[in-house]
């Protein structure tokens, strides 16, 4: 249920941003930021949040994280502007960070098996597709029927059902030795990740060569050294680069980056195209969407099962050629597109990423020791975040315009398409490359190294 309503409440508010633009008066870029408010807080506590998870107790932190969440939901219904609607979404994040890599770390100890484990993590890929084909249709139902603040409610019944069901169900867990705090590392991150996406969004108004979006650079730049140098010479560091020698890991998270920089930029793009571009109401935009989102939720669990018989090289290729593939169908679309022309663009993408997700996060978490399951998956979840906030920053700031004619919005969208195809190929070719031999043979020294095996 916790992952359901996370997973709700990304692609549900993409499908009410017009409404939200209209309604508040939101300019692009605060659009932007009432997505990247959640995602990039998410992505820079989720790490914190596997720890204290670890320390804490599981099920305590995650009950924690579903009270903030819905505490958030319901004052972001009742925003009076968008700077309190951001402000809102961020308090979401906070809670919505304790809740992913904590209901991660409980399938990691519950699932030994590894098999069992693969088919789990495809129902968990399996209950992110259901949220991500009921969100464009629940959304922009709500949003023609009533108003884009019905959005937040639906979060607050299931938050306070998963709050019960949680007390009563979820057994409480903890790491027998869990790590020290690390508030450096952690401010690091911070820094690192606001000001990265911080500068993206800004740079069109201000000027890529502006003197605030170099100096913002040069934070991220700065942030990221001082991270690698700090966390190398800690015991327990926030973010334990030993996890990156496993080829395997490394690659999961930055083929997790990209699916989640697509997924991003997609929802983005087409969210703006359908209701601005070709002038459809906020429902008809989510059900023509909602092939895209049922492949996807189809295809996750069957993936979870593939790869826990055969591996995830297969899963991670069609994942790659899936969304690739359609981002190249969805350059040449123009106002007056066919509806079959933007269906099978659709379904190619739902496909793809229902491929990706299991793959992806079989390998970040297995081989690592349990008891830092928290902290492992979490790290997971991070460069999903990171690569969503990433995703609507990028692809906002070089494709989409404020203003224009339905010709000109739907051309503009044209460079976000072929980034989003980029990512696609890099999938292809990280998937291949971390699932052979060579790869295998790190990631089980890695597991040595923590004293797994």
């Known amino acids: 249920m916790s992952l359901f309503i996370v997973g709700l409440d990304g692609t549900i508010v993409n499908v009410a941003l017009p409404s939200i633009r209209a309604d508040l008066g939101a300019s692009v870029s605060e659009l932007q930021w009432t997505i990247d408010a959640y995602t990039l807080v998410l992505a820079s506590l989720l790490l914190l949040s596997g720890s204290m998870a670890d320390r804490f107790g599981r099920a305590r932190v995650f009950k924690l994280g579903l009270l903030l969440f819905t505490a958030g939901s319901l004052l972001c219904s009742v925003a009076p502007d968008v700077r309190t609607l951001i402000v809102a979404r961020m308090l979401q994040a906070v809670g919505g960070s304790m809740l992913n890599p904590v209901a991660m770390s409980i399938i990691r100890n519950t699932f030994t098996d590894p098999r069992e ?31 884009w603040r019905a959005i937040f409610w639906v979060n607050v019944p299931v938050g306070l059902a998963a709050i019960v069901l949680t007390s009563r169900l979820v ?7 869990p790590r020290r ?3 450096v590392g952690q401010a690091l991150i911070v820094v690192l990740l606001a000001a990265t996406v911080f500068g993206i969004i800004e740079a069109p108004g201000q000027g890529w060569l502006s003197a605030q979006t170099l100096v913002l650079a040069a934070v991220s730049v700065a942030a990221l050294a001082g991270l690698i140098a700090y966390e190398r010479r800690r015991p327990e560091p926030v973010i334990d680069l030993r996890f990156f020698r496993s080829a395997p890991f490394a690659g999961a998270t930055l083929m997790a980056i990209a699916a989640f920089v ?53 899963p991670l290729i069609a994942a790659g050629l899936g969304m690739g593939a359609s981002a190249v169908l969805l350059t040449r679309v123009t106002p007056d597109t066919s509806t079959a022309y933007l269906l099978l663009a659709y379904v190619l993408f739902g496909i793809g990423f229902g491929c990706v997700n299991a793959p992806i996060t079989n390998a970040a978490v297995s081989g690592m020791p349990a008891a830092q399951a928290g902290v492992a998956a979490a790290v997971a979840s991070t460069s999903r975040m990171v690569g969503q906030s990433l995703g609507v920053a990028v692809v906002g700031a ?56």
């Open 398 to 453: 070089v494709a989409v315009s404020a203003t224009g004619t339905p010709e000109q919005l739907a051309a503009a969208a044209g460079p976000g398409w072929w980034i989003i195809a980029g990512c696609g190929l890099f999938i292809v070719a990280a998937g291949v490359a971390t699932t052979g031999e060579w790869a295998l043979r790190t990631a089980r020294a890695t597991a040595r190294e923590f004293g797994t095996t």
């Open 181 to 183: 705090p690390d508030p």
């Open 262 to 314: 697509s997924l991003g930029g997609f929802l983005f793009l087409n969210t703006l195209y359908l209701q601005e571009a070709r002038g459809l109401r906020p429902l008809h935009a989510g059900l023509l969407t909602l092939p895209m989102a049922a492949a996807a939720a189809i295809l996750a669990p069957l993936t979870g099962r593939f790869v826990g018989r055969r591996g995830a090289r297969l």
């Open 171 to 177: 057994p409480e867990s903890r790491a027998p030795r």
């Open 117 to 147: 484990r693969a088919q789990a993590i495809g129902i968990w890929g399996g209950v992110i597709g259901i949220s991500l084909a009921l969100g464009p249709v629940l959304g922009g139902a709500l949003s023609d029927g009533g108003s």
